[in-house]
């Protein structure tokens, strides 16, 4: 199975410093977002970490499978997705003892979301409000569900969808790394199949533009760098009020061989 | 100098303090304290300085401005009373502790509260609050079909299986080696549909190399699956029921 992928992050329009930060590890196919959040540089150092110990966590399980995990084995999914959310939990142990380590880092947190393949299964994971999509032909589809006050107000019919667009309450979480010792991860597996899009991306993409118009740019770019460079641009173009961050993957088709054809043929007339 | 602390229900949504220049309360973005929500007029109220004393003033508001749950006009202020406006308490408060929570540690100058910043509920509210709409969902939540076990019971077509639990959060039917319901024959789909399942425990169906039906109607987004629910794919049908 190959996975092409592109990212691209930026300060934006207004802010002075990028407190998002990613990570990418093509061999283990494994995509890591965070957005930090806390006063003078403490958002930068807590998503750094964020996607730093997520990505140690899961080279070590890696290497060694008999390493324990990290909080409670989620039932239902794979090896792989529980690791996943074991990393996370533990990016949260270090982000929450820096913070309280540190002076001056108090409110210091930051969100996460990661994507790991593992053949056509991808396990989904996150923690605050970052978000992931898919594209699937014309299917376009947020996997993640926002930890924010305003999501969870629409979740329970408490305000509509366009209350929330206008809030100025979307910048209230209420669930992140960092903040407490401990933390829930939310973790979904889905399919990965050949053509199919995933963007991991931060607020700032998303305040910006509607998920009509990522859809569009996911839709008519073929090379996932470039379609990662057009969706910041116009992020930023539309204001760029907020760091912006995004990693777009594909998973690429396979060469068709002549035999292949035949199948597909078969295939399409059966 | 006094601080006004903004709060919903339980939860604390913005801390303002209060200098020489007075803050303007109400829905409209231009406001000094913005409060999102219909019960709040345009431009509601103001809070200001005068000789030393806080004031709160109401603008003639359609629904009416509350200091400790009598409707005023024009009052002075004192640290702890509360501003009831629509469903939004302001409490009154000195100070102090803003500036401690800018500055941490309190030996660095309190750096400037930016506007739009990334915020958490406050920890102690917070966890009150989710309490309160974990209790919401529970009660929302349709009792009977959670303590069921969701089922694939094999109607029509050639299967692995006759029957399968569906325990995973992910489900694929076809050939591939991560399927669950496994199809036999050379030309079948390796990954024909997926059904996943969701936090509030509700499953979706949802096309991958082909389009399923369900009840006899092309699946072009994800779907949500009900008992009784006939899955039709690639040369199979399943019935998706809840099972006692």
């Known amino acids: ?270 | 100098m006094a601080k006004l602390v903004l709060k919903f229900e339980n939860s604390v949504l913005k801390e303002m303090a209060v200098g020489s220049k007075e803050v303007s309360i109400g829905r409209s973005p231009e406001n000094g304290l913005v409060i999102d929500n219909p019960a709040v007029s345009h431009y509601h109220a103001r809070v200001f300085n005068e000789e030393g004393r806080l004031m709160l003033e109401d603008f003639g508001s359609m629904n009416g401005t509350f200091v400790n749950g009598q409707r005023v006009k024009m009052v002075t202020l004192k640290p702890g009373d509360s501003v009831g406006i629509g469903k939004h308490t302001i409490v009154v408060s000195e100070s102090r502790d803003l500036d401690g929570f800018a500055s941490g540690n309190g030996s660095a100058k309190p750096a400037a509260p930016k506007i739009n910043e990334t915020v958490m509920l406050d920890t102690k509210e917070r966890r009150e609050f989710l309490q309160k709409v974990a209790a919401v969902g529970e009660s929302s939540q349709v009792a009977p079909s959670r303590l069921k076990v969701p089922t694939l019971i094999v109607r029509k077509g050639r299967t692995n299986q006759c029957e399968y639990a569906l325990n995973d959060k992910l489900t694929v039917i076809g050939k591939s080696g991560m399927a669950t319901v496994k199809l036999k024959g050379w030309f079948a789909p390796k990954a024909a549909v997926q059904i996943t399942r969701r936090d509030d425990h509700s499953y979706y169906i949802g096309a991958a190399d082909k389009v399923p039906s369900v009840n006899g109607q092309p699946i072009l987004h994800p779907t949500i699956l009900s008992s009784g629910d006939i899955i039709a794919v690639a040369g199979i049908e399943l019935e998706f029921v809840y099972r006692d």
Request: aromatic fraction near 4%; glycine fraction near 8%.
């Open chain 1, 1 to 270: 199975m190959e996975i092409e992928f592109g990212a691209q992050s930026d300060t934006g329009c207004v802010r002075e410093n990028n407190e998002d930060s990613y990570r990418v590890v093509p061999e283990m196919n494994l995509f890591v977002l965070s957005d930090g959040m806390g006063g003078l540089e403490s958002g930068e150092v807590a998503s750094q970490l964020a996607v730093d110990t997520v990505l140690a966590r899961c080279r070590e399980a890696e290497k060694n499978p008999s390493l324990p995990l990290a909080g409670e084995r989620i039932e239902g999914v794979s090896t792989a997705s529980n690791q996943l959310a074991s990393a996370i939990r533990s990016a949260n142990e270090v982000v929450y003892r820096t913070a309280q380590q540190g002076a001056g880092q108090r409110g210091m947190g930051a969100t996460v979301v990661a994507v790991r393949c593992t053949d056509e299964r991808m396990s989904v994971a996150h923690v605050g409000d970052s978000r992931i999509y898919r594209l699937r032909g014309d299917e376009f589809e947020q996997l993640t569900r926002d930890h924010s006050f305003v999501a969870e107000q629409v979740r329970h019919g408490k305000m509509t969808a366009e209350e929330a667009a206008s809030s100025t309450m979307q910048n209230v979480l209420v669930r992140a790394l960092g903040i407490e010792p401990t933390v829930e991860v939310d973790v979904s597996e889905e399919l990965l199949m050949e053509n199919d899009t995933v963007l991991l991306c931060s607020d700032g993409l998303t305040r910006e533009l509607s998920d009509a118009q990522i859809a569009a740019v996911l839709g008519e770019c073929e090379e996932p760098q470039a379609t990662a460079r057009r969706l910041v641009d116009m992020a930023k173009q539309a204001g760029g009020g907020d760091n912006v961050t995004v990693v777009v993957l594909r998973r690429a088709a396979k060469p068709v061989g002549a035999i292949a054809r035949i199948g597909r043929w078969f295939k399409k007339s059966a």
